[in-house]
Nanobody, 117 residues
Framework: QVQLVESGGGLVQSGGSLRLSCAAS????????MGWYRQAPGKQRELVAT???????NIADSVRGRFTISRDNVKNTVYLQMNSLKPEDTAVYYC???????????WGQGTQVTVSS
């Protein structure tokens, strides 16, 4: 059994910053890519950023230059530093991890990020 536990969401004013964390626990076998996705009301879930075990990153155009993804392979934790937040960044942010002998995705429960104008 694998659990992804997110933290760090909340309410922030436009231009502010937040840092999300997601820790993987349980039967961690072959933890590969980790990342963040978000879903705003009435919209589909979209990729925000992903990071490989070796540190290669993929950042969505909408957040590039404002958001930074990083990970700690010892702690099995991924982080998302969000700066210069905009109201359009308001969404539920979900942690994602690919792991297992037969790789499959796992999801966190989601954390709400609300940016007020």
């Amino acid at each position: 059994q694998v659990q992804l536990v997110e933290s760090g969401g909340g309410l922030v004013q436009s231009g502010g910053s937040l840092r999300l964390s997601c820790a993987a626990s349980g039967s961690i076998i072959r933890l590969n890519d980790m990342g963040w996705y978000r879903q705003a009301p009435g919209k589909q879930r979209e990729l925000v950023a992903t990071i490989t075990r070796g540190g290669n990153t993929n950042i969505a155009d909408s957040v590039r230059g404002r958001f930074t993804i990083s990970r700690d392979n010892v702690k099995n934790t991924v982080y998302l530093q969000m700066n210069s937040l905009k109201p359009e960044d308001t969404a539920v942010y979900y942690c994602n991890a690919i792991l297992g002998v037969v790789p499959r995705p796992y999801w966190g429960q989601g954390t709400q990020v609300t940016v007020s104008s």
